[in-house]
């Protein structure tokens, strides 16, 4: 079957439905979600719209507590799972888009609209590839679904639900990614380091503070003190051009107020982030006493310069998933004493019960304790299964691109399943605009993930 040449020949109708649903302005809205439309209307009215589609093909179509639902056609004990979502991320700041974000226009071969790239287009693209299949009349031998989620963007209650009341299919994919195929996701586990010993009323560190979220890497921390050296501006001064830094020293009565800005980055990727925390620390080593010393002297020998916790023995890597790295992204002292929580991605071979225990034994004889406060599983389907094998033989043969399979330290919808992979569509080189003004997809790409979509299908569900 030449599938790219079928996919070309849909193509106004691919685009079409598209648009269609990309006018439908599905943000979650909490304010008007109801039983009925548990996301609010927007949401449901995508769900919905997709679930007509597939009735309108004469597909088995299920709504699940209109929070997700699925698109069947074929017949087989196992199910092929093809993981889609139709909630979008607001489309934010207007005045920064060049075309309305709810439209669908095309210009220059690009199709305009929030959600255009994550997820709708390639929603519609396997959706397609779906009829593709079925209008070829290749007997299946498993059961295809489509399962689509209406609250990716924000919680995964859609696919929690769905999960917890439909079947799981024995292989899968997720549109939602990057092609070639992310295969290997790392663990994603939060820690918190609790300081034992409290704040003293004497000492001189009165309050530190850094982040809001456990998974960025904080741009911002300040710190309280009573009293400092006489000589505390002139370090300072010289500590953030040492460290080309930006920051401000100021005394209110008899406080100094300490500030240093860093760089936010994704918890995925501290490196690419300033930790103003980290900085911040090192500065005050040589100002404090008491709880206080100790707390800025933890940060310090534990996270500055490195990445990875080696000094407390965290440090691990594998050649599928690279290095584990651990983002101080929460960091406070006050008279409780200090704390530190942590986003860590480990990579998918990591031993962590064996680590962890070794590190909270360590710890025993520290000042602080470490507490696990969640920890999602990696997930990763090794390079030699047949799943990986064959989507990565459909891709490459469809676009004579040899690129290896990539892992990835966040967390992407595959890993809702209990065997799926993320394959496409933003091939690689693409810019990634997804969540951004004037998000857009090629459509000559929809077209080609339309036909790669089908051609997968059936080597997947077909004898
Ligand atoms: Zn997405």
Known sequence: MNWFQIAKNREQELVKELQSLLRIESVLDEAKATAEAPFGPGPLAALEWMLARGEEQGMRVKNIDQMAGHIEMGEGEEILGILCHVDVVPASDL??????????RIVDGKLYGRGAIDDKGPTIAAWMAMKMVKDAGIPLTKRVRMIIGADEESHFRCVKRYFAKEEMPT??????????????EKGIAELVFSQKSKRQADEKLVSFHAGQRVNMVPDLATAVLKSASANIEGKFNEF?????LEGSLNLDTDRYIIMIKGKSSHAMEPQNGINAAVYLAKFLTTELDGAGYEFV???????DGDHTAHVLGFAYRDDVSGETTLNPGIVSFNEQGGS?????????????EEKITAVQQYMQETDFILDIAGNSQPHYVPEEDELVQTLLSVYREHTGDFSKPLSTGGGTYAREMKKGVAFGMLYPGE????????EFVVVENLVKAAAIYADSIVRLASK
């Open 171 to 184: 292989i899968g994919f997720a549109p939602d990614a990057d092609f070639p195929l992310i295969n290997a």
């Open 431 to 438: 810019p990634d605009l997804a969540h951004q003004a004037n």
């Open 297 to 303: 002297r933890f940060i310090t020998e534990v996270f």
């Open 340 to 352: 530190i929580e942590i986003s860590m991605r480990y990579a998918v071979t990591y031993p962590f």
């Open 95 to 104: 005045s920064t888009w060049s075309y309305p974000p709810f439209e669908g």
């Open 240 to 244: 953030l051009l040492e460290n080309n």
